[in-house]
């Protein structure tokens, strides 16, 4: 079975400009997150789908970063335009979502490491 | 909101001594997730702990969650160079699924 996949795996760009991320998670995980990790912290959660509807993204600073999960499948997470502190892994995950008051089990894609110079 | 610490946040130990973890929480949980993440890697789930006092094992990681269901600790007996990695407890945020992760323990082993 396939993992979470992430792509590009790095990323290197220059201050102001824009960035995308993409992930696809693994078959039938109805659940979809958005992690940055910085160097030597734990993943912070920017944001969760179930299927296409954003649940919590409370944590994504929305002046500069969007996301979206138009099909309920792929997702996008996206940065305009990048600053130096934007520097970081950015983190995909996904859960099957059996809901029902649980916690999921996450598995993490490789991430994309992003250098913002 | 829900925050979970960690302790140490570095542990360096020789080949075949014992390591411990502490996840401590500001607030009840209703459960616990662990991750392994190796150097330059992603990640990835060990295990889940729901039951207060509950104690789960997985050949040399040893898992508790405490009784008030506010600690956690993972030990790991005679330590291995594959263990070494970033240890990170994981507890729900306001909804279940909202993870909040300490900031690990970072793991190094001296052969």
């Known amino acids: 079975e396939a993992g979470v996949v992430q792509s590009p795996r790095y990323k290197i760009i220059e201050k102001k400009q824009p960035v995308a991320f993409w992930c696809n998670p693994i078959?039938?995980?109805?659940?979809l997150y958005w992690y940055l990790q910085n160097l030597g912290q734990g993943p912070e959660l920017l944001i969760r789908?179930?299927?296409?509807?954003?649940?919590?993204d409370s944590q994504l600073p929305k002046d500069r970063f969007s996301a979206e999960r138009l099909k309920g499948v792929d997702s996008t997470l996206k940065i305009q335009p990048a600053e130096l502190g934007d520097s970081a892994v950015y983190l995909c995950?996904?859960?099957?979502?059996?809901?029902?008051?649980?916690?999921?089990?996450?598995?993490f894609g490789p991430g994309t490491r992003l250098t913002v110079l | 909101g829900q925050q979970v610490m960690q302790i140490p946040q570095y542990q360096h130990v020789q080949e075949g001594e014992d390591f411990t973890t502490y996840c401590n929480s500001s607030?009840?949980?209703?459960?616990i997730q662990w991750y392994k993440q190796r150097p330059g890697g992603h990640p990835v789930f060990l295990i889940q702990?729901?039951?207060?006092?509950e104690v789960k094992k997985q050949k040399r990681l040893t898992f508790q969650f405490g009784e008030a269901k506010k600690n956690s600790s993972l030990h790991i007996t005679a330590t291995q160079t594959t263990d070494v990695g970033t240890y990170f407890c994981?507890?729900?945020?306001?909804?279940?699924?909202?993870?909040?992760f300490g900031a690990g323990t970072r793991l190094t082993v001296k052969p």
């Open positions: 789908y179930e299927n296409e509807e954003a649940v919590d």
């Open positions: 607030t009840t949980l209703s459960n």
């Open positions: 078959s039938g995980h109805n659940t």
């Open positions: 994981a507890g729900p945020g306001f909804y279940n699924n909202d993870m909040r």
């Open positions: 702990l729901v039951k207060s006092g």
């Open positions: 995950a996904s859960s099957l979502g059996v809901g029902g008051g649980y916690t999921d089990t996450q598995y």
